[in-house]
T-cell receptor, first 115, second 115 residues
């Protein structure tokens, strides 16, 4: 089974600064999908950004962008101009199109934004 | 569009009682997932369905847990009898391979407390 690793249990960033959350995964598949989800204190999981493995271009959604390194099996999330509302738990997720739509989640990174 | 709808939002019950959690997926989504989240174990996949058929229930803790999806618009997760260690937030999520990258859309979760 695929595994997703988030090696940073906690991170902090000063408001308006940039922070990068790391995610690595293990797979033998060539085609797959990657996601970052945000879980604020309200607890609902919200999709932040998504990436198709066969696309070289890194996905961007406003202040959120990814650094996708397929060969290194790395999928980091960069948050620019951090805001207080970015404080949350962030989960990296892998979706396999070949195992019945199965998803694999990392253990999460708790992000604190310092005013 | 209505998102994934879960009920109840909160449930407090006593050990030994039956608990039923309900989920209405997004219309048109053909996959439905039940997750459990605790501080100790993080986000765990319990079971998922494709086209109302259970595909993988290996995450269901034990026979006390059961899940059904009688039709495309409704699923239940039942715990009978409940135990204090079942206390957690239970998330339902749905997805469609025909929408986006098949990303998961989560409900707001059901917080279960078993006394």
């Amino acid at each position: 089974a695929q595994t997703v690793t988030q090696s940073q249990p906690e991170m902090s960033v000063q408001e308006a600064e940039t922070v990068t959350l790391s995610c690595t995964y293990d797979t033998s598949e060539s085609d797959y999908y990657l996601f970052w989800y945000k879980q604020p204190p309200s607890r609902q999981m919200i999709l932040v950004i998504r990436q198709e493995a066969y696309k070289q271009q890194n996905a961007t959604e406003n202040r959120f962008s990814v650094n996708f390194q397929k060969a290194a099996k790395s999928f980091s999330l960069k948050i620019s101009d951090s805001q207080l509302g970015d404080a949350a738990m962030y989960f990296c997720a892998y979706r396999s199109p070949n195992t019945g739509n199965q998803f694999y989640f990392g253990t999460g990174t708790s992000l604190t934004v310092i005013p | 569009d209505a998102g994934v709808i879960q009920s109840p939002r909160h449930e407090v019950t006593e050990m030994g009682q039956e608990v039923t959690l309900r989920c209405k997926p997004i219309s048109g989504h053909n996959s439905l997932f039940w997750y459990r989240q605790t501080m100790m174990r993080g986000l765990e996949l319990l079971i998922y369905f494709n086209n109302n058929v259970p595909i993988d229930d290996s995450g269901m803790p034990e026979d006390r847990f059961s899940a059904k999806m009688p039709n495309a618009s409704f699923s239940t997760l039942k715990i009978q009898p409940s135990e204090p260690r079942d206390s957690a937030v239970y998330f339902c999520a749905s997805s469609s391979r025909l929408a986006g990258l098949g990303e998961l859309f989560f409900g707001e979760g059901s917080r279960l407390t078993v006394l």
